[in-house]
């Protein structure tokens, strides 16, 4: 049986705190969602992942103007074959020259869709790895800051389950890190 993770946190808090006796744990919270937006890297990786969906989109909307003219010429043909003085001879040539351009239509447009679905697969990749780079270095600076400030429990407070209720719902006489750990990681911040 699966226990929610409130119900662990908890547990383990009641635990601590009974295994310490009398001692008063300390505990801080930090907003996670807070760190990852308003962290220099995460906006830096935002806007060279914008850049180069533009760059991808540009690709494939170039890649559909040229299958337009496909269409384009398509219909100029099915236009001229519709004339009732058309000799049998150029209506046959105008019908293989029209089967060559939807066949040549097709292939273009499966190279589109497949280009679009590897470049964004490639982008979404690229873009799930920086993210959790940022990720693992804004909690190193948070274990950082529980190690230095002997904390015993530092709480996302931006955190929800999966029925969107809040982790942390009240949290008597704790310190809120986030504000001194956005400067602590936005140090180096051109």
């Known amino acids: 049986m699966k226990l929610p993770i409130f119900s662990i946190l908890a547990s383990l808090l009641v635990l601590s705190s009974a295994a310490m006796g009398q001692q008063r744990l300390k ?5 996670m969602e807070r760190l990852f ?9 935002q806007r060279d992942i914008n850049i180069e969906r533009a760059r991808i989109q540009k690709d494939n909307n170039n890649k559909l103007a040229g299958i337009r003219d496909i269409d384009a010429q398509l219909q100029m043909i099915r236009e001229k074959l519709t004339d009732k003085q058309l000799g049998e001879k150029q ?3 105008l019908n293989e020259e029209s089967r060559e351009l ?10 589109r869709t497949e ?24 909690e ?3 274990t950082e800051r529980a190690k230095e400030g002997n904390y015993d429990f530092i709480l996302d407070a931006s955190g929800k389950s ?4 809040p982790f942390v719902i009240h949290a008597r006489d704790t310190t809120d890190l ?6 602590e990681v936005n140090e180096d911040a051109e």
């Open 162 to 165: 999966n029925q969107g209720i």
């Open 27 to 31: 505990i801080a919270t930090v907003s």
């Open 115 to 138: 280009f679009l679905e590897r470049r964004n697969r490639a982008l979404s990749e690229k873009m799930r790895k920086q993210m959790r780079a940022i990720l693992v270095k804004i």
């Open 178 to 183: 986030t504000d001194s750990l956005l400067k």
């Open 37 to 45: 937006n308003e962290y220099h890297q995460t906006t830096e990786v």
């Open 102 to 111: 939807a066949q040549d239509g097709k292939s273009k447009e499966r190279e």
């Open 140 to 142: 190193r600076a948070v």
């Open 91 to 93: 209506r046959q040539s």
